[in-house]
């Protein structure tokens, strides 16, 4: 990283400074670190009072757990005092301050992140972390047992990290995690587990992941559709990968990282739709209704924004139109209205979904239309014709608008004339 000499100077006020964890693993890997953390012996009273004679803003945000923000050039870099548990159980294990980087890195979950720097590059590696980095391999600091008993999340990231790296997890590691994975979800916050969804999905292979999780029983407590999912075979002339687990990760790692969420949940509704033909394969009729109708009690769940959630809901209700409606002017102007701003994410997960064996036709559906997808009568359209608010006023609205999706009419009047045939004697 250009800056970190300039940075590591700039704090070099505070004693025994050292950059750690996840930085210093990119470094190592010649990637570009997301983020910048130090460590130091000094008390976090110490920092705040040192930061400040030195003319640096530093705000205590986390003084419990020892850490403290200094902010260079608005930019904000946690550095926290130097920790030695004292008793560990989860989460909420006690500390107080340690005396040394070894001491402190003994805490970490994994070698590859049990690695400080210091300000003239040196490299302090106590768990043959680089060793680990060289060999690919994923491997837990100390006993993996008690390194999982101490935060259950370290279960998921385990899994996480090996995607994003490419790594493999060591088979100690990899059997602690299998015999802790039961009591994830009882012992850690659903946001701490989304959490580690969204960052998987920013980067690396996140069908590795998933499929970690889906093998230690996790993705199917969290989301019970998924269940059994690996045994749905889908018809081979449109699924030659196979089952639907298979056919849902190879959509993630396809989906641009803003649609991973709508990958994972877009065919959510196939278990409950399966329906075995003859040929030697499940059909799933509906499976996309069915699938919407799931978003909104999973999207509470996961603790999802509820932006995400009417977006997820819109996407995996319509990702099937373009594959089972001919592309004819009103039925595109029908899916862009349904669509509405959520289209450009509709279109991203269905080339994820599709790969290259949707019919070109298809892509029609995501078209510029000439004709506006939005109703173009309006309430003050009516008012103006003698019509009073009121529950006739959304009937013809809605006749209106169905009459300008399928014909393409522009003319106000004329629209008017349809909704006024298709209420009929009602009025």
């Not at 999340?153 to 994003?164: P, S, T």
């Not at 799931?294 to 769940?301: E, N, S, T």
């Not at 997960?349 to 995501?366: I, N, Q, V």
Request: proline share 7%.
């Amino acid at each position: 990283m250009k800056n970190l000499p300039s940075i590591l100077e700039r704090l070099s006020f505070l004693p025994n400074l050292y950059l750690v964890g996840g930085a210093v693993r990119d470094i190592l890997l010649g990637l570009e670190p997301e983020d910048l953390d130090f460590a130091t012996s000094a008390p976090p009273e110490v920092v705040l009072r040192l930061a400040q004679e030195h003319g640096l803003e530093a705000i205590p945000t986390g003084l419990e757990y020892g850490t403290v923000t200094v902010l260079l050039g608005h930019h904000p870099y946690e550095v926290t005092t130097f920790r030695r548990d004292v008793e560990t159980y989860g989460r909420h294990a006690r500390v107080v301050w340690g005396q040394s980087i070894e001491e402190d890195l003994s805490r970490r979950d994994f070698t590859i992140g049990a690695i400080a720097m210091d300000a003239g590059g040196r490299v302090i590696d106590p768990y043959r972390g680089q060793a680990d980095l060289e060999a690919k391999r994923l491997r837990a600091v100390g006993d993996p047992r008690q390194r999982f008993r101490e935060d259950y999340l370290r279960v998921i990231r385990a899994g996480r990290l090996a995607a994003r790296y490419g790594f493999e997890i060591e088979s100690e590691t990899l059997e602690a995690a299998r015999q802790a994975a039961s009591e994830v979800l009882s012992h850690v916050a659903v946001e701490r587990v989304t959490a580690e969804f969204n960052k998987a999905f920013q980067n690396g292979t996140p069908s590795r992941f998933l499929r970690y999780l889906y093998d230690l029983g996790i993705l199917q407590r969290l989301i019970p559709e998924f269940e059994g999912t690996d045994r749905l075979r889908q018809n081979p002339r449109w699924h030659p990968e196979g089952d639907v687990l298979t056919h849902v990760l190879e959509v993630v790692d396809r989906a641009e990282p803003e649609v991973r969420w709508h990958a994972l949940l877009h065919d959510v509704g196939k278990r409950d739709t399966a329906e075995w033909k003859p040929e030697g394969w499940y059909s799933f009729h509906g499976h996309e209704v069915v699938g919407a109708e799931r978003i909104p009690r999973i999207a509470q769940d996961l603790r999802l924004s509820s932006e995400l959630r009417q977006e997820l809901e819109v996407t995996t209700r319509l990702h099937m139109v373009p594959v089972l409606t001919p592309p004819t002017p009103g039925a595109i102007r029908r899916f862009q209205a349904q669509a509405g701003p959520h289209l450009l994410r509709l279109e991203q997960l269905c080339r994820a979904d599709a790969g290259d064996r949707r019919d070109p036709a298809a892509w029609k559906f995501f078209e510029p239309q000439p004709v506006p997808v939005q109703p173009l009568l309006k309430g003050r359209h009516l008012v103006e014709r003698g019509h009073t608010p009121g529950p006739e006023f959304g009937r013809l609205l809605k006749a209106a608008f169905a009459y300008q999706l399928e014909t393409g009419e522009t003319a106000i009047e004329r629209l008017y004339q349809a909704a006024l045939r298709a209420e009929g004697p009602q009025r």
